[in-house]
């Protein structure tokens, strides 16, 4: 479930997705729910440490470090079946 | 985008937005694929509350129609999902999401709310119920982990549950503005067939 991926990542990886729209979620022909271009998310941790809380969405500005991250995370736990959205995100990242 | 952060473009971004978004598209998409009582005459005033934006100082600002539709009455309701559980479920987030458009407790409130909390006069199941507590629980729902996906998971569960029997979502949209072509060329059509058959007639006076 989609709405379960954002809530895994931001209470266990502390990184707000940021991009939640329809555009972002594919169903898989399984039945499952994928979150996908993670390219506006942020790092809450820097935040905390910072004392602040990230701004509202800027185009630009793309927290790629974490996004990679966050990326060879989700690869670890779900194996193959992220694996399709992984590429997806990468072709997103050069537009 | 939630409404919040489009009325106020620098204010900071946090989970309850993300979740006020989700919500968002969850309702789009039933606007869109689902069907509801909306679909022939209004739906695009009901697609205008993600669209409505103005820009100042080159900065993107809106989200009136989004708030308006979480807090108040009127365009909610008249909103009807065929799947009652979708009904349900709008309810649900609306009166917790709503939380943030709010005018908060006022001070009196809230002061009243502290003194009880300290001495709660065997009062401590009522205070459960007080403005003040009422007004924390909710703003607490929205960035409580799992909250969003307890209360959808709640709605799924529920046996009034229909999902649709065909695999083709059809796009109301579309659909509509197919429909309304179709009545524009039937209406030409139509002038055209007549405006023919009396040059038909003049014609065939002619051949006559």
Redesign the interface.
């Known amino acids: 479930?989609?709405?379960?991926a954002?809530?895994g990542a931001?209470?266990d990886a502390r990184i707000?997705?940021?991009d939640?729209?329809?555009g972002n979620?594919i169903i898989t022909t399984e039945g499952e729910g994928l979150l996908i271009d993670w390219d506006l998310c942020v790092n809450l941790r820097n935040h905390e440490v910072a004392g602040?809380?990230?701004?509202?969405?800027v185009r630009v500005s793309a927290d790629l470090f974490y996004l990679f991250k966050l990326l060879s995370f989700i690869l670890r736990v779900h194996g193959n079946l992220c694996r399709r959205s992984f590429y997806l995100n990468l072709t997103r990242i050069r537009e | 985008?939630s409404a919040k952060?489009l009325s106020e473009?620098?204010?900071?971004?946090?989970?309850e937005?993300?979740?006020e978004?989700?919500f968002y598209?969850l309702l789009?998409?039933g606007l869109l694929y689902t069907k509801h009582n909306q679909i022939s005459q209004k739906l695009d005033t009901y697609l205008e509350i993600f669209d409505y934006t103005t820009v100042a100082n080159n900065v993107a600002e809106g989200g009136d129609l989004k708030s308006n539709f979480l807090v108040t009455h009127s365009r909610a309701d008249a909103l009807n999902f065929d799947c009652h559980p979708m009904n349900d479920l709008i309810k649900d987030f609306r009166n917790t999401f709503s939380v943030r458009y709010e005018e908060p407790p006022s001070v009196a409130v809230l002061s009243n709310y502290e003194d009880l909390k300290r001495n709660p006069n065997g009062f401590a199941q009522a205070l459960l119920y007080h403005p003040a507590a009422l007004h924390e629980a909710r703003q607490n729902l929205l960035k409580e982990?799992?909250w969003?996906?307890k209360t959808?998971v709640k709605y799924l569960d529920d046996p009034d549950l229909v999902w649709p029997t065909d695999n083709m979502a059809k796009n109301n949209r579309e659909a509509n503005s197919k429909k309304r072509k179709r009545q524009e060329m039937e209406l030409n059509s139509g002038l055209k067939s007549k405006k023919s058959s009396r040059d038909d007639r003049s014609s065939s006076k002619l051949v006559r």
């Open positions: 479930m989609v709405v379960a954002h809530d931001y209470f707000l997705h940021r939640i729209s329809e979620i602040r809380r990230p701004k509202r969405t | 985008m952060l473009p620098h204010s900071n971004q946090g989970i937005d993300d979740r978004s989700a598209v789009y998409l982990r799992g969003l996906v959808i």
